[in-house]
């Protein structure tokens, strides 16, 4: 290697190492705290919170409420009302619970009253509003038709999988687990498992009976000693193994 590709590979390496100790110094200083002027803008932003740098848009914080100990990823976005700077009334339009972790590239967009209890976590990409476009009008494009708002809650230790779409008027229990993808709409009780477009009811938790369907258990078909006596049985044997099979199918 010559003289001058050291030199250049050592310029390179130099430049990345700024670059890169840069922006972990913008991202850490980025921020948004409860101690920082933009997090001093919320309505509350409880100890602890950490909102991720870079924000995605953030406005309407005067109605915004987030929780003790609650972590947003970097790139979400947090909205309350069409656009900054409307007056919303005197209530609450987006309310996150304590001990939340919200994951990057999410958006939450209220305009009438979303609630995420405690304990909520959520993978990337997820989308909640209680706002949807209506269409009636057959006449005027969709996107000039006033929305309707319908209020959405999200009960307290739910996981909403990555990609999951949380439509207007949804009311998610206890612990409900979304399946990454679904479109969800409607009322889910506690303790149950949804997925699909739209997304239904795949588990539910019986306090008598446990998961139902319960989980697939797969017991050895056969052991060595069954096998053996089976081989020496012949056809028998060989017929009894594929009732079994057809039972463990069934």
């Known amino acids: 290697m010559?003289?001058?590709?050291?030199?250049?590979?050592?310029?390179?390496?130099?430049?990345?190492?700024?670059?890169?100790?840069?922006?972990?110094?913008?991202?850490?200083?980025?921020e948004i705290t409860p101690s920082t002027p933009a997090g001093r803008r919320f309505a509350r932003l409880g100890e602890g919170v950490s909102i991720g740098f870079p924000v995605g848009a953030l406005y309407g914080e005067k109605w915004i409420s987030i929780g003790d100990h609650t972590l947003i990823g970097t790139h979400?976005?947090?909205?309350?009302?069409?656009?900054?700077?409307?007056?919303?009334?005197?209530?609450?339009?987006?309310?996150i619970g304590s001990s939340c972790s919200i994951g990057r590239g999410s958006h939450i967009v209220g305009h009438q009253s979303i609630q995420i209890g405690?304990?909520?976590?959520?993978?990337p990409y997820v989308y909640i509003t209680d706002q949807n476009h209506t269409y009636a009008d057959i006449d005027m494009p969709i996107g000039r038709q006033w929305p309707e708002n319908n209020s959405?809650?999200?009960?307290?230790?739910?996981?909403?999988?990555?990609?999951?779409?949380?439509?207007?008027?949804?009311?998610?229990?206890r612990n409900v687990a979304v399946a990454g993808g679904a479109v969800v709409r409607g009322e889910f009780p506690?303790?149950?498992?949804?997925?699909?477009?739209?997304?239904?009811?795949?588990?539910?938790?019986?306090?008598?009976?446990?998961?139902?369907?319960?989980?697939?258990?797969?017991a050895a078909l056969i052991s060595a000693?069954?096998?053996a006596q089976l081989s020496v049985e012949g056809?028998?044997?060989?017929?009894?193994l594929q009732e079994r099979l057809r039972e463990e199918s069934a």
């Not at 149950?192 to 797969?218: F, L, N």
């Not at 056809?235 to 009894?240: D, N, P, R, T, V």
Request: aromatic fraction near 6%.
């Open 118 to 123: 405690d304990d909520v976590f959520t993978g």
């Open 190 to 218: 506690d303790h149950c498992v949804i997925a699909g477009v739209p997304a239904k009811i795949v588990r539910s938790y019986d306090p008598h009976e446990g998961w139902q369907p319960p989980m697939p258990h797969r």
């Open 152 to 173: 959405v809650v999200i009960g307290d230790g739910c996981w909403l999988g990555t990609g999951a779409i949380i439509l207007p008027g949804t009311r998610l229990g």
């Open 225 to 227: 000693d069954e096998l």
């Open 76 to 95: 979400v976005t947090i909205s309350a009302g069409f656009v900054p700077g409307l007056e919303l009334g005197p209530d609450l339009v987006v309310q």
């Open 235 to 240: 056809l028998e044997g060989l017929q009894l």
């Open 2 to 30: 010559s003289l001058k590709d050291a030199l250049v590979r050592r310029v390179r390496r130099t430049v990345a190492t700024v670059i890169h100790r840069g922006w972990t110094w913008v991202q850490k200083h980025g």
